[in-house]
């Protein structure tokens, strides 16, 4: 499935899932970032599970749904710890879940595990009115682990397959960390191996109106930004013609 490019600065915000994900974020940047997806029509906030209640607050009503992490950034819980955290986001207002696959079993090749973890949680969010995202936090993986987590999240019925967190850090050749996020040569490997019902998330990396319009071509339904702003503003200058900075910026990533 690919969607046709936005028209429009509202079609290109129902398309993003803010973020407001940063460990040193304060209640007041949430709320304001909170705020800001109301105001703007975004897909979701992407909170963390504390903001849950204040996000299903602030958003009750409106188009924009509460999208909750669990087992984030590194997906080393146990399947039954992930699906009592998605319960509880789920029972304080959450319909979207993102959650980050055990990354560490993906590696080893335990991919009973892997199964096993995906079709649960699943299960659980899916029986309670939650829609789920799995993170492969692709900056790790080999493009063979890519296409079988593919494999089983459609087997599986994964609404979404979702490339990284934006905080899977990986060592560079000159020692630094970083990460690259959601790469095209990713986007078209999912979207290939995913079954046509399963939606595409890019999220790390599109930081601008421009990788927006570039990445839906590939096939990503769904894009998870800190940068909402500077992608909407940019938004009104092409289609609308308005100033450059008029939304108020909140960093997620």
């Not at 963390?48 to 607050?57: D, G, I, L, R, T």
Request: glycine letters at 10%; a neutral charge; one cysteine or more.
């Amino acid at each position: 499935m690919t969607l046709p490019l936005p028209k429009s600065v509202a079609e290109v915000a129902a398309l993003i899932d803010h973020s407001l994900l940063h460990p040193t974020m304060t209640d007041a940047q949430v709320r304001s970032g909170l705020e800001f997806t109301l105001k703007n029509g975004c897909a979701s906030a992407c909170v963390k599970p504390y903001s849950v209640p204040e996000a299903a607050a602030i958003l009750r009503g409106s188009k924009s749904k509460v999208c909750a992490v669990v087992g984030f950034p590194h997906g080393n819980s146990h399947v039954g710890i992930k699906v009592t955290e998605a319960r509880r986001a789920i029972s304080e207002g959450s319909t979207e879940i993102d959650v980050v696959v055990n990354i560490g079993k993906v590696t080893s090749g335990d991919w009973r595990y892997v199964s096993n973890e995906l079709k649960e949680f699943n299960h659980a969010c899916v029986s309670e009115g939650a829609i789920v995202k799995v993170i492969f936090e692709n900056d790790y993986l080999k493009e063979a682990e890519i296409i079988r987590l593919c494999e089983l999240c459609t087997e599986h019925d994964v609404a979404f397959v979702k490339t990284s967190s934006g905080f899977g850090y990986v060592k560079q050749p000159n020692g630094d960390y970083n990460y690259l996020g959601a790469t095209d040569e990713h986007l078209k490997l999912m979207r290939k191996h995913s079954g046509p019902k399963v939606g595409i998330k890019a999220a790390g990396g599109v930081r601008s109106f421009e990788d927006v319009m570039r990445v839906i071509p590939l096939g990503v339904t769904r894009i998870g930004a800190g940068s909402t702003a500077a992608i909407l503003d940019a938004a009104r200058a092409r289609f609308e013609g308005g100033p450059a900075g008029a939304a108020s910026k909140v960093d997620g990533y």
